[in-house]
């Protein structure tokens, strides 16, 4: 036998001329590497065995069913479930009921205006509102009650009367030769309002004043109610008087009387 070394499988004669082949030996150091190699593909295969073994081991299944009914039951499920028969979020939604209140964008309705019905006289509150309005003759036989309505004429209980003809004077209210100061003359070239008239004859209300065709008066009733008399006509016959439009405003204030304390003419 040949103890020499050589680069390619070694060729011994053996016994009966048969001749054995004998593989080179690798080389001593290459058997640390070999071993961490397999090392590092045996972990490697254990690795991916566990993970299957989670994902779709026992168990694996019920923890997907988990997850899902977790997504199910989240913010939408909160808010209760869909009735019977219906599918989705829509089928969720109540359905608006005939006794809706109000106009929607389906049906297009709007809200009935208003603003036309209310009456002119009406547009400065509660206080504004006309009690009556209307032409009315003022005579120096007798007055008008201006809180009847319609106004009345009395030769006593007036709250404005014809006292002279030429130049045409009118005078308040008066009782027993005592005439109330509840007129004022009101010469601006717009109308007054009955807080207007109201005011002035509060602070500078007069027994009497002269008047002639186009003359404003406020004046101020028995009742505490606000009046304007605008003159159209005079006349210097005391039965044909002088021809005036009136008009009466609800609102009533008998501060006025506790604070004026009448006059003397």
Not at 92 to 111: C, K, L, N, Q, Y
Not at 120 to 128: F, H, L, R, V
């Amino acid at each position: 036998m040949s103890h020499n070394t050589f680069a390619e499988p070694a060729v011994v004669q053996g016994h009966g001329g048969v001749q054995n082949i004998y593989n080179q030996s690798p080389p001593r150091g290459t058997w640390p590497v070999a071993l961490g190699a397999a090392s590092v593909v045996l972990a490697a295969a254990a690795g991916a065995f566990l993970a299957l073994w989670f994902d779709d081991g026992p168990g694996g299944g019920e923890t997907d069913d988990r997850r899902g009914a977790a997504v199910a039951s989240g913010p939408a499920a909160g808010r209760g479930s869909p009735p019977p028969g219906g599918t989705g979020s829509a089928a969720g939604r109540a359905a608006p009921t005939s006794g809706a209140v109000g106009p929607t964008a389906a049906d297009g309705a709007a809200p009935p205006d208003t603003a036309d019905g209310a009456a002119p006289s009406d547009a400065g509150g509660a206080g504004e509102r006309v009690r009556w309005s209307g032409t009315l003759r003022i005579s120096g036989v007798s007055g008008p009650q201006l809180d009847q309505e319609p106004p009345v004429k009395s030769p006593y209980t007036r709250d404005v009367w014809l006292a002279e003809v030429d130049p045409a004077v009118l005078q308040g209210s008066g009782i027993g030769g005592v005439h109330i100061e509840n007129l004022a003359l009101w010469e601006r070239p717009d109308a007054p309002t009955r807080a207007q008239c109201e005011e002035l004859v509060a602070t500078q209300g007069v027994a009497e004043v002269v008047v002639r065709q186009g003359s404003v008066v406020c004046v101020r009733t028995l009742e505490g109610r606000t009046a304007v008399l605008t003159v159209r006509s005079v006349s210097t016959d005391a039965q044909s008087g002088i021809l005036a439009e009136a008009r009466v405003w609800s609102a009533t204030d008998m501060s006025f009387w506790l604070m004026s304390g009448g006059g003397t003419r």
